[in-house]
C-alpha cells in the first residue's frame, strides 16, 4: 500500500541528479515543491549528506538532532549521529503526513544489508544505484505459497493489449506530407475509382437492357390489347348491322 510518493520528470537527466527538487512534478507533501533551498540543512539529492551515510535525503532544515525537519531520509546507520539513525543498520524514513516533520517523529522501515542473513520471506529493495537491502519479514503473517506468488506477480507484471501503444497506433493513421506518399495514395485512389466505375457502369447498362426489354414486352402487350379492342368492336359492328 503507497504510503507517499515522489514522481519527478527524468527528462535530459542521469541516475544521480534525476532526484532533485527541480525535476519534482507531483507529491504527497503539501510543502515540498516550495521548500526554499536557502535554509541551512536543506538537503535533496540521491547521495545526500555522506558524511554520516544519509542517501534519498530530502530535508528541510537542521536545528540539533531533535530539531531536525525533513521528509525522507535512508541512513546507512552512522555510528555517532543522531538517536533517530540506528548505528550499523539501514533505516528508511519518511513522513506518514503532509509536510515536513521531525525526523525523530518519522516512521522508519528497518533493511538488512545482503551481506547479512536473509529469510526467503524478506523483500530486497534498492536503495541507491550500488545499495541494496532486505526488508525484513513479518514473522506473525504466515508464508504464501510460491504458486500464489507467481500468480499475483503475473497479475501485477501483466500488460492489456488495449493498453499498449502499439494497438493505440493501429487505431490511427500518421500524417505523412511527403510528395511520393502523396503521388502513391492518389494513384491508389484513382485505381479505386476506376474499378468502382468500371462496376457500376457494367452493372448500370444492365439495368438499362432490362428496363428496355421490360418496355419492349410492355408496349407489345398494349399493342395487343388494343388489337383485340379493335376486332371486338368490329364484329360488334358488324352484328348489329345484321340485326
Known sequence: MEKSFLHFDGTGTDKINWFSQEDLLNSSYSDLKTASPDVNGY?????????????????????????DFG???????FDGACSYEPANTLTILYSTGYMAMKFEELKSSTC?????????CSTPVQLASYIYCYRLCNKS??????????????KELSVSERDTSKYRRSLTSARDDR???????????????LVVGFIVTLDSVKICQKCSKINKVTTENTACS??????????????????
Open 112 to 120: 538488512q544489508p545482503l551481506t547479512s542473513q536473509a529469510d526467503n
Open 141 to 154: 503473517s504466515s508464508e504464501t505459497n510460491l504458486q500464489e506468488k507467481i500468480q499475483k506477480l503475473k
Open 43 to 67: 538537503h535533496f539529492a540521491v547521495e545526500g549528506y555522506s558524511r554520516v551515510r544519509r542517501r534519498f535525503f530530502v530535508s528541510k532544515s537542521f536545528g540539533g538532532c531533535s530539531e
Open 71 to 77: 521528509w525522507l531520509l535512508v541512513s546507512g546507520g
Open 179 to 193: 510528395y511520393s506518399s502523396k503521388t502513391i495514395g492518389l494513384v491508389g485512389a484513382l485505381g479505386i475509382a
Open 226 to 243: 388494343n388489337e383485340m379492342q379493335k376486332r371486338k368492336s368490329t364484329t360488334r359492328k358488324g352484328m348489329n348491322k345484321d340485326i
